[in-house]
């Protein structure tokens, strides 16, 4: 059994997510690597943002 | 009918091996990338997209069992229902899990929690890559 913490979950969820979005989504492989980089500066981008709001309503 | 009008392509769509796109059976890459992450992609030859969809999926999957996420058996409920259909999406992976006796302890970490989820979005990534395949087989996508 592994027991990553929450960001690491995130980053895995967001990188194997990335690749599969770029190649599916996009037809080139300079897309396909332009945009799986930006799903996955999205996916961890977002996860930060929101973890800081939920932490300055928790306060 | 076949929707036509000037400018567009009124033929057959033909894909990189000038080969008809509507030979055979065009759900096949549909049905074995299903089944197996990357094979849709493999049965067409497209052995680098393949691969790393194969990895992708896989990995994930595995990092869901690894964190002791559940596969989803029942669907007693919509939430399981829905699980369940994600689960499915995973093709032959979901079923040997199944069959090895995977995932069936009951959540009580949230690590557990995260692997269960994995395990769904991993099955919902190999729907879209199958998918992909088929419209690489049409000539819908090149």
Not at chain 2, 52 to 77: P, T, V, W
Not at chain 2, 100 to 116: F, I, K, N, P, R
């Amino acid at each position: 059994m592994i027991s990553p913490s929450h960001f690491a979950s995130v980053v895995l969820f967001a990188l194997f997510a990335s690749v599969v979005f770029g190649i599916t989504q996009r037809e080139t492989p300079q897309r396909m690597f332009r945009y799986g980089i930006y799903c996955f500066a999205l996916f961890v981008g977002s996860a930060i943002v929101l973890s800081w709001v939920m932490y300055a309503i928790a306060r | 009918m076949r929707y036509s009008q000037k400018g567009m392509a009124a033929t057959e769509n033909k894909n990189a091996s000038g080969k008809s796109t509507t030979e055979g059976f065009v759900y096949l890459p549909l049905i074995v990338g299903w089944l197996v992450p990357g094979g849709g992609h493999f049965l067409l030859r497209k052995w680098g997209r393949g691969a790393l969809l194969a990895i992708s999926i896989l990995s994930m999957f595995a990092l869901g069992l690894a964190m002791q996420g559940r596969l989803y058996a029942n669907a007693h409920d919509i939430l399981e229902m829905l699980g369940l259909a994600g689960d499915l999406g995973s093709g032959l992976l979901y079923f040997v899990g199944r069959a090895l006796g995977l995932g069936t302890e009951s959540v009580q970490l949230t690590t557990a929690d995260y692997g269960t989820r994995f395990i769904v979005v991993a099955g919902l990534l190999n729907v879209i890559a199958a998918v992909d395949a088929h419209n690489l087989r049409t000539g819908r996508k090149a």
